[in-house]
């Protein structure tokens, strides 16, 4: 496939590609834009570790070619919060989440996700929102505590 000019907005700043439009958002962001906390994980949209906000929704950035995201907000792990830790990010410290940590950049941003739209989700929700995540070292629990502590720190 032939090289497009895709214009995009990541992390607030608006950048230009020049990539086959095909190409995976992931590898965009992580080979030609050097962020790389996005983490590829199954390449097929399974496991959650790509994880990336479009338009302020989740969204699995191994299977979105960068061609859909022409015009779009991408955020990535590391334009979740500008000037500190979001409190997501706190409370996973706090909490101890990460054991060997490789899936909880896209748990973190599958969980704001929840939390931007919805500031006081039940237990019940949170497992919901969280089972598009899998965590290899099991820290399912640590991570629902994680967000029940943020979403009351930012209630605050």
């Known amino acids: 496939m032939n090289n497009e000019n895709i214009t995009f907005i990541v992390n607030g700043n608006e950048v230009a590609v020049n990539v086959p439009g095909d190409m995976p958002l992931l ?31 989740a969204a699995n950035s191994c299977v979105i070619p ?15 919060s500008s000037g500190g830790l979001h409190p ?5 410290i706090e909490e101890q989440v990460p054991q060997c940590g490789y899936c909880q950049p896209g748990a973190i ?34 991570m629902i505590r994680a967000i029940e ?3 009351s720190e930012m209630k605050k």
């Open 149 to 151: 502590r943020a979403a």
């Open 66 to 80: 960068i061609a859909a995201v022409a015009g779009q907000k991408v955020t990535t792990i590391e334009g979740l």
């Open 88 to 92: 997501l990010q706190r409370a996973w």
């Open 27 to 57: 590898w965009v962001l992580r080979d030609k834009l050097g962020l790389m906390g996005t983490k590829y994980g199954c390449g097929e949209g399974s496991c959650g570790s790509c994880t990336v906000h479009i338009n302020g929704e």
């Open 109 to 142: 941003m599958q969980a704001a996700s929840l939390l931007a739209r919805n500031s006081s989700p039940s237990r019940e929700q949170i497992i919901d929102q969280m089972q598009s995540v899998i965590c290899r070292c099991g820290t399912y629990l640590r």
